[in-house]
């Protein structure tokens, strides 16, 4: 009964409810509105990586966290667990097994060109195995990892609130190299999906380099730095169509083929050896598919089919019977298994807020961009930083160069904050700390007629000085300090004022990763372009 009496309260509330306050919308409307902002938040904050670092928002939270953490290469590794819990309580709010899975990527090397994650424990195969549960596993952040986030904290980059504004993440990492076309990536969004191989890391960088000395450079003078795309598991490329067309419209199709050879296993019994798969093709689901089409007589002449993988690589072994030819049997492998597959490139990334299917060079260009505005950002941080130590040390070697009227002064002020006072208010004769005062250019604060004005920062550290500091040693000291101080502020303001400088240290830095994290390609390119007729391929 009693309910009965609380639902009608209810009818006769929403009845009595003035009609002002109910706004009446159309659906089609609310719904075209809702569904676009959906999209544009999966497009832009999920699933597509932004050209200047790289990185969709969950990996660039993966590595903050395990940077902000300590969890660096030369630290003991940590449970996968605690990394996914800290991710998750402070910067990405949705499932565990979505920042599990993209940790896992980032640490395996036949999935990642450079792996970003050192991994300890199973952290899946090249057969399809997944990962071992996170309490099982460790990591820690790969040593080229720290390339991509080194000089976050000299304000290279701005920062956010997180999800519940309790704490700041990077909008973007200052990455130190290329890291969206040297590890590649794919994602789906709303009605636009991105598909970008991995690269070699040497190749790009010296593509980079080759755009800082000539930015008019053409894509044909770049691709013959960059002539394909370089995939952790090796194999080969048939021809450079596929990757010219992308890197020239941001679309294309490449043509990859596993390496194989002809060996003979016993008298008179050859056996074609796969030593090298296309990327992202399943070894077992291989394997398998192989053997379902000799099942289904599709594939005659081969009479044994075995895995001999291991630590050491990949090493599948297929049998050819006595009256079969090795060469004709390779061609059929070619055309109906995934030995020969395509990828397709697709180089959509976020640039300046926005979806973009970019081309080689623009992605390039975007990159060096942004390494302008990172090294910059950072020269004035430092320059600020050098300024402020400059303008204390200042204040000290006034100081002590009126080391009498200024114990006088103190001895007879009433309270610390009359002291304070008077010593801002008073002018004090430069003498010897003029041509220090005049190399430090502090833009605001000059010596005018041999005097100097100090500020309340320069006064408080005068009150704090201890008598130690002004023994002969120490002030030598605060001199030598002043005189290296000038010289860093005259070398930021430098980097600062050239162009030219400033692109001369981006090339340095780029030259300083490729000498220490650049390895040999893996993926050989093929001068032949690829043909669907089988029998053309047999010599």
Request: glycine share 6%; proline share 5%.
């Amino acid at each position: 009964m009693t309910e009965e009496i609380k639902d009608e309260n209810i009818v006769a509330n929403v009845v009595d409810k003035p009609a002002q306050d109910i706004t009446p919308i159309d659906i089609s409307e609310e719904m075209r509105r809702s569904y676009l902002d959906y999209a544009m938040s999966v497009i832009v904050s999920r699933a597509l990586p932004d050209v200047r670092d790289g990185l969709k928002p969950v990996h660039r939270r993966i590595i903050y966290s395990m940077y902000e953490n300590g969890y660096d290469y030369n630290r003991p590794f940590r449970k996968s667990a605690r990394i996914v819990g800290d991710v998750l309580g402070k910067y990405h709010p949705h499932g565990d097994s979505s920042v599990y899975d993209a940790m896992v990527r980032m640490a395996q090397p036949f999935s990642m060109r450079v792996p970003m994650i050192d991994g300890q424990g199973n952290f899946g195969s090249m057969d399809g195995d997944s990962a071992a549960a996170m309490r099982y596993t460790e990591a820690r952040l790969a040593k080229v990892a720290h390339a991509l986030i080194e000089d976050i904290d000299e304000d290279t980059v701005d920062f956010m609130p997180n999800y519940d504004e309790s704490l700041q993440e990077p909008t973007v990492l200052p990455a130190r190299y290329p890291n969206l076309l040297v590890n590649g990536t794919n994602g789906i969004a709303v009605g636009m999906a991105t598909n970008i191989p991995p690269h070699n890391l040497g190749e790009i960088i010296s593509a980079c380099c080759a755009y800082i000395d000539n930015p008019d450079i053409t894509i044909d003078e770049l691709i013959n730095y960059v002539p394909g795309p370089d995939f952790p598991t090796g194999g080969l490329i048939l021809g450079q169509g596929g990757a010219k067309s992308a890197y020239y419209t941001g679309r294309g199709s490449v043509m990859m083929r596993a390496k194989c050879s002809i060996e003979e296993v016993r008298k008179d019994k050859e056996a074609i050896i796969v030593h090298e798969i296309p990327y992202q093709v399943n070894k077992a689901a291989l394997v398998q598919r192989i053997a379902e089409l000799v099942k289904e007589k599709r594939l005659e002449g081969i009479s044994d089919i075995r895995d001999e993988s291991d630590r050491q690589g990949v090493r599948v072994v297929i049998e050819v019977k006595r009256d079969f030819q090795a060469d004709v049997i390779l061609n059929q492998l070619y055309k109906y298994t995934p030995l020969q597959t395509s990828f397709g490139m697709n180089m959509l990334a976020i640039n300046g807020g926005r979806p973009m299917m970019m081309n080689l060079k623009e992605i390039i260009a975007a990159f060096i961009e942004f390494r302008e505005e990172v090294i910059r950002r950072r020269t004035i941080y430092q320059l600020n930083k050098a300024r402020d130590k400059a303008h204390t040390l200042v204040g000290l070697a006034i100081a002590v160069e009126n080391i009498d009227p200024v114990i006088e002064l103190i001895r007879t002020a009433p309270s610390p904050q009359e002291a304070k006072e008077a010593l801002v208010s008073r002018a004090w004769p430069a003498g010897d700390v003029e041509p220090l005062v005049i190399l430090i250019d502090e833009p605001d604060r000059k010596v005018e007629n041999g005097h100097y004005y100090l500020s309340e920062a320069q006064a408080k550290a005068i009150l704090d000085l201890r008598l130690h500091r002004l023994t002969g040693l120490e002030r030598d000291k605060i001199h030598q300090e002043l005189v290296t101080l000038g010289e860093e502020i005259k070398e930021c303001l430098s980097i600062l004022a050239s162009r030219e400088k400033l692109y001369g240290i981006m090339r340095d830095e780029l030259f300083a990763i490729k000498d220490e994290y650049a390895t040999p390609r893996r993926t050989k390119i093929e001068d032949i372009e690829y043909d669907q007729d089988v029998e053309s391929l047999i010599q």
